[in-house]
């Protein structure tokens, strides 16, 4: 960058090099000159945290910020990605992405990084161009070349595709506890809610307002050390002819298991471990989803295991 800068005053400072001066150092630095930096493609999917899962055509705006940074010699490019749903329910979908670290050193022997010539970059639109993808070309100048955006996904013939889901409140749960020497004591620990969506293990992605119907089970168990409370729940959504009380159609069915992160007892009681749940440790609900594309919320009891369920089944659309 020093070689190919442009002088910017006369005359040059004595001792010095005849291109330098203390007022304007070695010059214009000339952008094309510099070293350039290949930044492999980006792809990223930020996580919807609001609203339901489908825009329906209420935008979305977005706005993706982009930025380099420097750490010895090698590049990240770290940024954040906004999709907001202009009305309704407000649907949005955020979070931060990060690159693969870049290493330079292999580029100049020797040499470190100095500056960036390019090294941030802030992207808003409203995506109009509904359920296509949007490609934005962007100067040679700029940190992004190109941005390849795909905001609401609603098919045209109205269809869609649908992401089933369940999220359960837990009550709390009361254990007795057991020292090393022997010691008994009881506690309630408070479990977080958990949202579990099943993987699509036969039929297509709709229900295509045929049911579903539901199965939910769910218990709490003590893990190996016995020093966590761990929520486990599994839950199958199958297309079904309510009418005929039998499964509907390519027999769509989204079935699956998974264990949870818990609460631990260890901060509280340290040394002691789980002798016995005392409490409600198991549930099962069974339903059939009638208030189609809306989400049911089912209320317990409060000495049962699950103090609520908030199921979706059948929906119109999904992103």
């Known amino acids: ?44 999917i930020p996580p919807h945290i609001r609203g339901d899962l489908e825009f329906s055509g209420n935008g979305p705006c977005i706005k993706i910020e982009s930025r380099v940074v420097i750490q010895n010699n090698t590049l990240q490019i770290i940024g ?28 100049l022997q ?32 700029a940190l992004v070349g190109r ?31 057991r020292s090393p020497q022997g010691q008994f004591i009881e506690d309630t620990f408070s479990l977080p809610e958990i949202t579990f969506s099943p993987s699509r293990i036969r039929g297509d992605d ?11 089970q769910t218990q709490v168990i003590a893990d190996s050390t016995r020093t966590l409370l761990r ?27 998974q264990e949870f992160a818990g609460a631990s007892i260890s901060q509280r009681h340290p040394g002691f471990v789980i002798d016995a749940i005392l409490s409600d440790s198991r549930d099962l609900v069974e339903t059939v ?9 089912i209320v317990l009891d409060s000495d049962e295991l699950i103090r609520a369920y908030t199921v979706r089944g059948d929906g119109d659309g999904n992103d």
Do not use: C
């Open 1 to 44: 960058m020093q070689k190919n800068a442009l002088d910017m005053d006369d005359p040059y400072t004595p001792g010095l090099d005849p291109k330098v001066d203390n007022a304007t150092g070695v010059g214009l630095i000339q952008a094309e000159f510099a070293i350039p930096i290949t930044i492999p493609n980006i792809t990223f």
């Open 206 to 216: 709709e229900f295509d307002s045929h049911g579903p119907k539901i199965q939910i």
């Open 231 to 257: 929520p486990v729940i599994s839950a199958r959504f199958e297309e079904w002819d309510t009418a005929k009380n039998e499964p509907k159609a390519d027999f769509t069915t989204f079935d699956g298991m």
């Open 147 to 177: 941005y390849e955006i795909q905001g609401d996904t609603r098919q045209r013939a109205g269809g869609g595709s649908d992401e089933p889901s369940v999220s359960v409140t837990f009550n709390p749960v009361r254990v007795r506890l």
């Open 289 to 297: 989803d009638l208030p189609l594309t809306a989400d049911q919320t």
């Open 80 to 107: 954040n990605a906004l999709f907001e749903e202009t009305r309704s329910d407000f649907t949005t979908f955020d979070g931060s992405f990060s690159s693969d670290p870049i290493d330079i050193s292999g580029l």
């Open 110 to 141: 020797g040499f470190i990084v100095n500056s960036l010539v390019a090294s941030a970059d802030t992207f808003e639109t409203v995506d109009v161009g509904l359920w296509e993808t949007q490609t934005i070309l962007r100067g040679s100048n």
